[in-house]
């Protein structure tokens, strides 16, 4: 969790090193328009957080993007989901209240933009469905591309007791898409929790499978050298990481935080950082 949280936050989001992780920016960029459910699969520290973080940055150029960490939920039902992504994204949904104030919209929309966030969380746990389809409907309206959805880590692992809540919520947000043309749902997905939906869920799984990009195991000699380059690694570091098969997450811990057995390494291994 230490290794998670501290380095997968906005600001250190707003760079991707290595390019094994950039080909799969743009392989999720090249998507968008044509899929509307896209999963990243990649085992824990393979770097799904800080890809979701910086899909997110980037589409908000264009699109209204909400990132969800859901990792902390205790509900995920769809109602929940929804509600804490409102609140967690406060500031780029009242962005864009205010420029449909500003194009004097009428009719649902002109009341819609009026709500206090206070309303606009009830809402929207109360009412999910309709609240989302008002949003995208007024990201349209004011001349955004659409709503993106990002859902990180949904389900913890296979054994996740809130898994079944998260599924039934995925159901229901591919269920209005067709009529939302501009909403699309990001999700975050670790090996074990797709082979869950493969064995329980196989409606699901087929739709997921549809629009799956799967990240790095571990880094590569060339992402290596464009981290250590990055933070100005030493030697003797970077041969240590050449031979250890690390993930994203492991590297970068290293490099932020120089310790390794906090960052996932064993303690047999000895090595002097300064």
């Not at 997921?208 to 060339?222: A, I, K, W």
């Amino acid at each position: 969790m230490m290794q998670s949280r501290l380095l997968a936050t906005p600001e250190r989001a707003n760079t991707l090193l290595g390019p094994s992780w950039r080909a799969v920016k743009r392989r999720v960029l090249e998507m968008i328009d044509g899929y509307q459910l896209i999963t990243l699969v990649g085992r824990a520290g393979s770097g799904k957080t800080h890809m979701a973080l910086n899909l997110c940055k980037e589409l908000k150029v264009s699109w209204l993007c909400m990132y969800l960490d859901a990792v902390q939920l205790g509900d995920k039902r769809l109602g929940q989901l929804i509600s804490t992504a409102v609140r967690d994204n406060e500031d780029s949904i009242k962005g864009v209240m205010k420029l449909g104030k500003s194009r004097k919209l009428d009719g649902a929309l002109s009341r819609f933009i009026k709500l206090s966030t206070d309303e606009l969380t009830t809402a929207a746990y109360n009412y999910p469905i309709d609240f989302l389809t008002m949003l995208h409907n007024l990201t349209l309206a004011v001349g955004l591309r659409g709503l993106v959805l990002v859902i990180d880590e949904g389900a913890l692992s296979q054994d996740d007791q809130y898994i079944g809540a998260f599924t039934t919520a995925i159901h229901a947000l591919r269920n209005i898409m067709p009529k939302l043309s501009g909403l699309r749902l990001i999700l975050t997905m670790l090996p074990d929790v797709v082979d869950y939906v493969a064995k329980n869920d196989p409606p699901l799984f087929e739709i997921l499978s549809m629009g799956v990009v799967n990240l790095p195991d571990y880094v590569t000699e060339e992402d290596l050298k464009e981290v250590a380059r990055a933070y100005n690694l030493s030697g003797e570091l970077i041969e240590l990481i050449k031979s250890s098969n690390l993930t994203m997450r492991q590297v970068m811990c290293i490099a932020e935080f120089k310790d390794l057995q906090k960052c996932g390494l064993q303690s047999e291994v000895e090595v002097t950082i300064t």
